[in-house]
Structure formats: C-alpha cells, structure tokens
C-alpha cells in the first residue's frame, strides 16, 4: 500500500464512489491522477462502451468494449448503474464491478458529467461521495485549455460554452473545490477522501466493535 504518512483507520471499511465532476479545462484529469497516484485502494471505474478501441486502449483496463448487441442485453439486465448515448456510441458504468469494489473496501472514482453524477446517487445515494471543480477564474479556465495538446481556438471557444453550462450545476455536489494552486486543491481532495471513509455507514466493524466495549459480545 502507498498511503503511507496517513493516519491509519480502524477495521474494516466499504469503500465510496467519489464522483468528480468539472467544467473542461477545470483540472479534475489532473487531480484525479494526483489521488490514483498517491491511494493503491482508490481505483478509477471502467466503463463499457460500444466504440472501437484506439490504439493502445486495452480491453478491461480502458474500457471494457462491447457490440451493440451486447450493450443492449446488459441494459435490458439492468446491468448498468447509468448509461448514456455519446456521439452515436453507448457508454455505461457496470453495476456489479462497481458494487464488488466498494465491497473488498476499495474506493471507486468516477469521472462523469451533472447528469451522470445524479444518475450515480440515485442508484447508490449511500455511496456516492460528489465534488464539483471549480477554476480560479474565466481568464485561468480559458488558458488552461488553450494550453491543453491539440488545443485550436476553436476547440477552446466550444469548451468555453459548454464549461458554462456545466458549471450552473454546482450546487448539486457535496463538496466544491476551487483549483486555484494545485497542491493545495490537492490537499483538499484529499480531506474530502480521508473524512468521508470515517462515516459510520461505512465503518463496517463497528457493531461488532460496540458490543464488545458493552460486554455482551
Ligand atoms: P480537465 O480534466 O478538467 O479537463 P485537466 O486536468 O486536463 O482538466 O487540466 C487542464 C490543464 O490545466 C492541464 O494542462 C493541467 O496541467 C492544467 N492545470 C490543472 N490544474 C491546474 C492548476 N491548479 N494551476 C494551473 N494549471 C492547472
Ligand atoms: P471517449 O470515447 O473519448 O473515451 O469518451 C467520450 C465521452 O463518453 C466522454 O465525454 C466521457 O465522459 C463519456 N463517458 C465515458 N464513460 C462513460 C460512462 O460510463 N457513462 C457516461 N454517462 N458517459 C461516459
């Protein structure tokens, strides 16, 4: 395990679906690599998907690839704990993965739009841990993205429009993080991540631990 220099939590945990959301250009790619990087036990969710490969994608690592046919058998199970359609292509989150996962204590990170954060609590409203990011400014999101590979100001112009829209949908996250200076956003995902694994719920031993310190285990 990597997480050396952290205080070490008693017992047994379930572990939690962080969800991080965030206009284009805003850094979540950045932070959540920071968080796998640092967190053995935080894994990032692969989703299935009905595109093709890319070079050096590899099946059940990036995604896990389906036919169409396939992704509409595991709709028609309810296999899926939200799906969508993208650019004529599906793309969904398995359930059972997910649910095994937070079962052996892992943490799950998803890394998904307003609706597919919503989809993900109504599914899972005691596992779903949400944080929306912010940038430090218009001017510093405009910049980042334009600094971003392959960037065109044209690119930057249509993410410029969408980082509005999505931003209007702040409120609906647990926490929100303003990226200013980037270890320091770190740090605060990193107390999000750290306090939230100490909720009861997910304190898997506890009952047990109680009713000994009661005496009547
Ligand atoms: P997103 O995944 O939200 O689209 P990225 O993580 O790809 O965003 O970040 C966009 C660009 O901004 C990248 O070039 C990244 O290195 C840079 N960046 C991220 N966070 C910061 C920060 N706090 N300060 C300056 N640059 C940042
Ligand atoms: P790409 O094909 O470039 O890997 O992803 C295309 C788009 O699909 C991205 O906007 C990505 O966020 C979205 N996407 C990937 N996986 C999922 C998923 O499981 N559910 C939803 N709703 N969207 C996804």
Do not use: C
Request: aromatic fraction near 8%; proline fraction near 5%; charge should be negative.
């Amino acid at each position: 395990m990597s997480n050396s220099g952290h205080p070490k939590d008693h017992g047994r945990r379930r572990g939690l679906m962080l969800v991080l959301s965030s206009p284009s250009g805003a850094g979540k790619t950045t932070l959540s690599k920071m968080l796998l990087d640092e967190f053995s036990d935080v894994k990032l969710s692969i989703s299935a998907t009905t595109r093709a490969p890319r070079p050096r994608e590899v099946d059940g690592q990036d995604y896990f690839f389906r036919t169409p046919d396939q992704f509409h058998e595991m709709i028609g199970r309810r296999e899926f704990l939200e799906w969508a359609h993208v650019f004529d292509k599906y793309y969904g989150t398995p359930r059972a993965d997910t649910v095994a996962r937070l079962e052996s204590g892992e943490d799950v990170l998803f890394d998904v739009d307003w609706q597919g954060a919503d989809a993900l609590h109504d599914q899972m409203p005691n596992d779903v841990v949400s944080v929306f990011i912010l940038p430090p400014s218009i001017e510093a999101l405009e910049a980042r993205l334009a600094g971003r590979e392959g960037s065109t100001p044209e690119l930057v112009a249509r993410r410029m429009e969408d980082a509005r829209r999505e931003i209007m949908h702040w409120r609906r996250y647990d926490y929100v993080i303003v990226n200013d200076e980037l270890k320091a956003a770190y740090q605060r995902l990193k107390r999000i991540l750290l306090v939230e694994r100490l909720k009861r719920l997910r304190q898997l031993d506890l009952e047990d631990h109680v009713r000994t310190l009661l005496g009547d285990g």
